[in-house]
């Protein structure tokens, strides 16, 4: 449980371009390892669009808990925030599972109708996976 409530992210576009402004590191990472209490997790670098790491490069990362996004769960994230010897993660930022960026988006409208239910939240879903597609467009667009 977070300490802190987020305010809506509004416009993912215009929050991609203000929060790679803001952190110092902004990358691709595999999640590998995240310890039972999901306060510490290893990253391998895969794809850095701002900041010092090296792809292949292995970093500790730290959940502080405070603020949401929480590192929890192994695959690729899509990290923004600071390394120096840990990394941390932006409150309240844009970090996000690739697989599963359904924060990137508000939650979907309750259905009226069972029937429309997962229909609804598939759309909800194959959305967010399109956006975060989408940001690692701008990110790369910003490197070259």
């Not at 990358?27 to 209490?37: A, C, L, P």
């Not at 730290?62 to 949401?68: D, G, H, R, T, V």
């Not at 990394?87 to 508000?106: A, M, Q, R, S, V």
Request: with cysteine.
């Amino acid at each position: 449980m977070s300490l802190c409530d987020c305010a809506p992210i509004g416009n993912w576009r215009n929050a991609t371009n203000m929060e790679y402004e803001y952190v110092d590191d902004v990358f691709i990472g595999d999640v590998k390892n995240i310890n039972e209490f999901e306060t510490e997790y290893e990253i391998v670098i895969c794809e850095v669009f701002k900041g010092d790491l090296k792809v292949g490069q292995k970093i500790k990362g730290i959940n502080l808990k405070y603020c949401s996004p929480i590192v929890s769960k192994k695959g690729q994230w899509l990290f923004f925030g600071t390394y120096s010897t840990d990394f941390k993660i932006n409150d309240c930022g844009l970090t996000t599972n690739i697989d599963e960026p359904w924060h990137i988006l508000p939650p979907p409208p309750p259905p009226n109708l069972k029937e429309q239910e997962k229909k609804i939240i598939e759309k909800w879903k194959k959305v967010a996976r399109e956006n975060v597609q989408e940001q690692i467009k701008i990110l790369r667009n910003k490197t070259k």
